[in-house]
């Protein structure tokens, strides 16, 4: 028996293909974090040079969404997202050979050139595959599989730099996104999937157009808004904690129970968005996030590590709703290069927003700061309201399309 004669036997399907190399790729995004400070260590960079390390991959994450996209449409996407995958792979091969800061430079950028192809491809598989209903609830799971990429990887290298040298760790990094890309690229051989992208197929005459452009805009300003909320929350929350006497553990200990009820928000939002509408979890999700982070300053230590959980799950549940919208406001044959919009957006503004709020927190403290990132999610409730009414005017209802 043949490798190609057990795939079918897996039961794969492009959504299942997709959650694996969304858990890749924000593995490897956030496998970074881990060898950053070992970078600095053995090429004894400043602070400057590594965060122009971690500039350059937000910079070819974000700006290569949408050429990704269009490059999948004129050689498929099986073809991108192996690649992608492999290059990948490849930055670190790079980056466990690297003898300077310039080699180092040239592995990040391509790693972020490698894990640009997967948000657009991948969402845009799992749409298709439930075209006709469905669709929230799997790109909740989608957009989970991340997270779970990003608990799992960093993990790991961890536990490796525990018995070999990071560049060691780094090479077997690039060794499984090798195999990976090959399993992708296995399981997404024509006829070996239970579901092939409607954006490839024969469209008819509204595929190729947008639902509605002005409701994608209100979307994609609150992807945007949201993003920087949430970049700007955790960058500022460790020193928020430190100012009120929080050690080293317990800031450790908040974070993980942001990403806890991160996790978990991501799919339940799905979810409630699927039963209710995006417009109206939006609402309900950003006014929570806005009123917590503003009572953050004012809380003791235990209660801000009471209520992190559930400022988790609405922080990070509102991605799952929105990102559920995508397909009902693009046709299928513009819905990969909607995906790539979308992503480019909200990443590079999650990018950037920091230094805007860090320049706040320098001028204004970091208590108003903090309280400023809470009042700016607002921005986000009209801009719900307006996409409500759009999608009610569009093709589909601000509500899911039930299973038939």
């Known amino acids: 028996m043949t490798a190609l004669d057990i795939v079918p036997r897996l039961r794969l399907t492009a959504t299942r293909v997709a959650y694996g190399a969304h858990m890749v790729h924000d593995g490897f995004t956030d496998c970074i974090y881990v060898l950053l400070p070992l970078f600095q260590a053995e090429f004894g960079l400043t602070y400057t040079q590594t965060g122009l390390m971690?500039?350059?991959?937000?910079?070819?994450?974000?700006?290569?969404?949408?050429?990704?996209?269009?490059?999948?449409?004129?050689?498929?996407?099986?073809?991108?997202?192996?690649?992608g995958t492999a290059l990948a792979a490849c930055g670190f091969l790079l980056a466990g050979a690297s003898a300077g800061f310039a080699m180092l430079m040239l592995a990040i950028l391509v790693m972020g050139l490698g894990t640009s192809v997967q948000h657009p491809i991948a969402s845009d598989l799992v749409a298709s595959e439930h075209e006709h209903g469905g669709g929230r609830e799997a790109l909740s799971r989608y957009n989970v599989a991340g997270d779970v990429g990003k608990v799992i990887f960093p993990s790991l290298v961890a536990l490796m730099l525990g018995v070999m040298a990071w560049r060691?760790?780094?090479?077997?990094?690039?060794?499984?996104?090798?195999?990976?890309?090959?399993?992708?690229?296995?399981?997404?051989?024509?006829?070996?999937?239970?579901?092939?992208?409607?954006?490839?197929?024969?469209?008819d005459a509204a595929s190729g157009r947008w639902r509605s452009p002005a409701g994608f805009a209100a979307l994609l300003g609150i992807g945007m808004i949201d993003s920087a909320t949430r970049t700007g929350f955790l960058t500022f929350l460790p020193f928020l904690l430190t100012a009120k006497g929080a050690g080293a553990s317990t800031i450790g200990l908040a974070l993980s129970l942001v990403f806890a009820g991160g996790a978990f928000g991501k799919l339940a939002c799905g979810l409630l968005a699927a039963r209710i509408g995006p417009s109206p979890t939006v609402l309900l999700t950003e006014t929570l996030t806005a009123a917590l982070i503003v009572a953050l300053p004012v809380l003791d230590v235990v209660?801000?590590?009471?209520?992190?959980p559930l400022l988790g799950v609405a922080l990070n549940g509102t991605s799952s709703a929105l990102y559920g919208t995508v397909p009902e406001l693009a046709g299928p044959a513009m819905r990969r290069q909607a995906f790539a919009i979308f992503y480019t957006g909200t990443i590079g503004v999650g990018a950037v927003a920091p230094v805007f709020y860090g320049l706040f927190s320098d001028r204004l403290g970091l208590t108003t700061s903090m309280m400023l990132v809470g009042a700016a999610v607002l921005a986000t409730l009209p801009l719900a309201v307006v996409l409500s009414r759009l999608l009610k005017r569009s093709t589909l209802p601000d509500a899911p399309r039930q299973q038939p």
């Open 54 to 83: 971690k500039a350059l991959f937000s910079g070819a994450l974000a700006g290569f969404q949408t050429p990704s996209a269009r490059l999948a449409g004129a050689i498929g996407p099986r073809a991108v997202l192996a690649g």
């Open 303 to 308: 209660p801000v590590l009471v209520v992190l």
């Open 168 to 203: 060691s760790a780094a090479t077997v990094v690039g060794v499984f996104g090798l195999v990976a890309a090959g399993a992708i690229a296995l399981a997404l051989a024509p006829g070996r999937i239970a579901a092939r992208s409607q954006a490839d197929a024969a469209p």
